[in-house]
C-alpha cells in the first residue's frame, strides 16, 4: 500500500515571496504519478500541478514548480510571488501508473498543509 | 464546458436514514471515483466506476455503494446512516486512461 506523508500542518508565507510545501511518500511501485491539489476554503479541490515519476524533468506550471526527487521519494511544492488567493489547503497526492486501457487507480492523499499568505 | 458537477451541495439527514449523492463528470470523461472527506483530512477514496461496473473499491463497509449510467454520471448511496459518516463527498471525473483527476464542488452531509 502506498502512504503520503505532509509534516507541516501548518504555514505562513507574506505576499510576492516564495514557499516551499514538503511531501514524502513510501511505494514500492516504479511508475506513478504525483500531484499537488488545492482546495481553497470554499472547498473545490484544483489541480495544481501533476509529474509523471518516469520523466527526470521537474513539472513547472506557472508560479508553481516541484522538486521530484525519485530515489528520496520527495516531492515538494514550490509556489513562487505567493498571491492573497493562494491561501488554501494544498494537498499531495499518488496515483499508480495505470498499464491497462481505460480506467485509472485511485488518489492516495497526504493529510494536507494549511497555507496562509498574509498581505 | 461544464466542469464536474455534482448535487446536491448540502444535506441533512438523520442516523439510520439513507442518502443517494448525484455526480455528473466532465465532458468527455468516462470514469468516476467517489471520495470521503472528513473535516481537517485529506480524502478517502470510497469507489471508482468504468463502464458502469464499480472497478475499484477502498476500505468502506458494504453501506456504501454506487451506480454509473450510460451517459456517465453516478450516484453513491449510503444506507443506514451513522454519525461518523458526516463528511464532504467529493466525486471525480477522468479522461479515459489518463492519470488525472477533476474534483467536483462536494456534497456536505450531516448526520444528525
Known amino acids: 500500500a502506498q502512504t503520503v506523508t505532509q509534516s507541516q500542518p501548518e504555514m505562513s508565507v507574506q505576499e510576492a515571496e516564495t514557499v516551499t510545501l514538503s511531501c514524502t511518500y513510501d511505494?514500492?511501485?516504479?511508475?506513478?504519478?504525483l500531484f499537488w491539489y488545492k482546495q481553497p476554503p470554499s472547498r473545490q479541490m484544483i489541480l495544481v500541478i501533476r509529474?509523471?515519476?518516469?520523466?527526470?524533468q521537474n513539472a513547472t506550471e506557472n508560479r508553481f514548480s516541484v522538486n521530484f526527487q525519485k530515489a528520496a521519494k520527495s516531492f515538494s511544492l514550490k509556489i513562487s510571488d505567493s498571491q492573497l488567493g493562494d491561501t488554501a489547503m494544498y494537498f499531495c497526492?499518488?496515483?499508480?501508473?495505470?498499464?491497462?486501457?481505460?480506467?485509472?487507480?485511485?488518489?492516495?492523499f497526504g493529510k494536507g498543509t494549511l497555507l496562509t499568505v498574509n498581505p | 464546458d461544464a466542469g464536474v458537477t455534482q448535487s446536491p451541495t448540502h444535506l441533512i439527514k438523520t442516523r439510520g436514514q439513507q442518502v443517494t449523492l448525484r455526480c455528473s463528470p466532465k465532458?468527455?470523461?468516462?470514469?468516476v471515483s467517489w471520495y470521503q472527506q472528513a473535516l481537517g483530512q485529506g480524502p478517502q477514496f470510497i469507489f471508482q466506476?468504468?463502464?458502469?461496473?464499480?472497478?475499484q473499491r477502498g476500505n468502506f463497509p458494504d453501506r456504501f455503494s454506487g451506480h454509473q449510467f450510460p451517459n456517465y454520471s453516478s450516484e453513491l448511496n449510503v444506507n443506514a446512516l451513522l454519525l461518523g459518516d458526516s463528511a464532504l463527498y467529493l466525486c471525480?471525473?477522468?479522461?479515459?486512461?489518463?492519470?488525472?483527476?477533476?474534483f467536483g464542488p462536494g456534497t456536505r452531509l450531516l448526520v444528525l
Open positions: 511505494t514500492s511501485e516504479n511508475n506513478y504519478y
Open positions: 465532458s468527455g470523461h468516462d470514469t
Open positions: 509529474q509523471e515519476a518516469y520523466k527526470q
Open positions: 471525480a471525473s477522468s479522461p479515459r486512461g489518463r492519470g488525472v483527476q477533476y
Open positions: 497526492a499518488f496515483m499508480k501508473h495505470w498499464r491497462g486501457g481505460g480506467s485509472n487507480y485511485k488518489l492516495t
Open positions: 466506476y468504468y463502464e458502469e461496473e464499480e472497478r
